[in-house]
Structures are given as structure tokens and as C-alpha cells.
């Protein structure tokens, strides 16, 4: 069974604004039935942005009110005819022109919403250098007064899963380090070393 593009989105969505149940979201998400139920109780997904699957084409208004009328119904994903996405290769993340402008937005979006990113880490999701990710941070950048916090992933500067992946690392390491090794202040800690002997530029 295909299910959409953007699993967390979409069921971020469906729950904000849809009668469907836990195991209907699951369903057609992919996701677990509990991994949607910390959805909805705030525990996972804090601060996404809900993916309209109506909007998207993914499944049709009319397939929507018959499952949130029926728990019984499983909604299904209307079927294109679309390549399957490529895993993108190692390397330098180029992105198009019209959305460099953009990246300020989502640089500033992964600060406030998962501190704990390393910097280098912010670079490789969305291809941009130290130098940029720290201007953003000291709002020294020359467009901070007009920078608005937005999701990389709504941007299309980088996949939902690549997101993902990068948070699942910085919470495993929190995870395994010892009461002592902690910072005093809390957990926004610095969990990677940054190299400092070369810095890839932007494309």
C-alpha cells in the first residue's frame, strides 16, 4: 500500500482537523497508532506544520467525510503516475535560486524548534554554510529584521525524513550520555564538533 509523501505532515493535519480516528490516520499515514496518538497529545511532532492531503490530491473530500462518518473506512492514496523519489547523494545539497532567499527562514525555524542541531548539522539539511547559520543565530544577517521562521521541509529544502533522521540522532546521543555529562543548564547541548578546516559553499 502507497502511503503519502510527507507521513508526519499529513497526520499532523488529520488530526487537527478531522474527526477520523487513531487507526484510520495510521492507516493511510504508515504510522504507528501510537506514534499518532503522541501526535495528538502534543508529544510528537511539536511545532509541525499540518500537510492538507485534500489540497495535495492525495485523497478526495468526498473519500474524507465517508471515513470520518465511518470508522470502519480506510482511506486509500489516489494513485499517479509520479517516478519515486531518489535518495539524494552525499555531497554538497544544491538548491535552486528561487529558494536561497529562503533558507534565512528555515535556518531561524530549526534554531527555535530543535536547539540542540549542530550547526553543521542545519548545513547538511539544508545546504548552507557555518557562516550563514551564525548570522541567523546573532541576528547579524543582512535580511534578520525581515527573517519569519519556517520549516525547511514546507520550504522544500529538505525531506521530512532527512528531518527526521537529524532529530533522532541528536535525542539518541542526549539519550545515552551519563547524568554527569550533561551541561548544567539543560539539554541544549552542542553534540557535534564542527570541522573547521573546510566549509562548503553554498549552491
Request: proline share 7%; glycine share 6%; charged share 25%.
Amino acid at each position: 500500500m502507497a502511503f503519502p509523501l510527507m507521513p508526519k505532515a499529513t497526520a499532523v493535519w488529520m488530526v487537527e482537523n478531522t474527526g477520523l480516528t487513531f487507526d484510520q490516520i495510521a492507516a493511510f499515514t504508515g504510522l504507528h497508532k501510537l506514534e499518532v496518538q503522541g501526535i495528538a497529545d502534543g508529544e510528537v511532532a511539536i511545532g509541525m506544520v499540518g500537510l492538507d492531503p485534500v489540497a495535495g490530491g492525495q485523497i478526495s473530500k468526498d473519500e474524507l467525510s465517508k471515513a470520518e462518518a465511518d470508522p470502519t473506512v480506510r482511506l486509500a492514496l489516489i494513485h499517479k503516475d509520479l517516478p519515486a523519489p531518489v535518495k539524494r547523494a552525499k555531497g554538497p545539497r544544491y538548491t535552486p535560486v528561487t529558494k536561497r532567499a529562503e533558507k534565512p527562514d528555515a535556518i531561524a525555524w530549526l534554531i527555535k524548534q530543535y536547539p540542540s542541531l549542530s550547526d553543521t548539522q542545519i548545513g547538511r539539511l539544508i545546504g548552507t554554510t557555518k557562516t550563514t547559520i551564525q548570522s541567523v543565530r546573532n541576528k547579524t544577517h543582512e535580511t534578520a529584521s525581515t527573517i519569519k521562521p519556517k520549516s525547511p521541509v514546507m520550504l522544500g529544502l529538505c525531506t521530512q525524513a532527512e528531518l527526521d533522521e537529524a532529530v533522532s540522532k541528536i535525542r539518541a546521543k542526549a539519550g545515552s550520555m551519563a547524568p554527569a555529562e550533561r551541561a548544567p543548564d539543560g539539554p541544549e547541548i552542542e553534540l557535534e564538533i564542527e570541522d573547521e578546516n573546510t566549509e562548503a559553499a553554498e549552491h
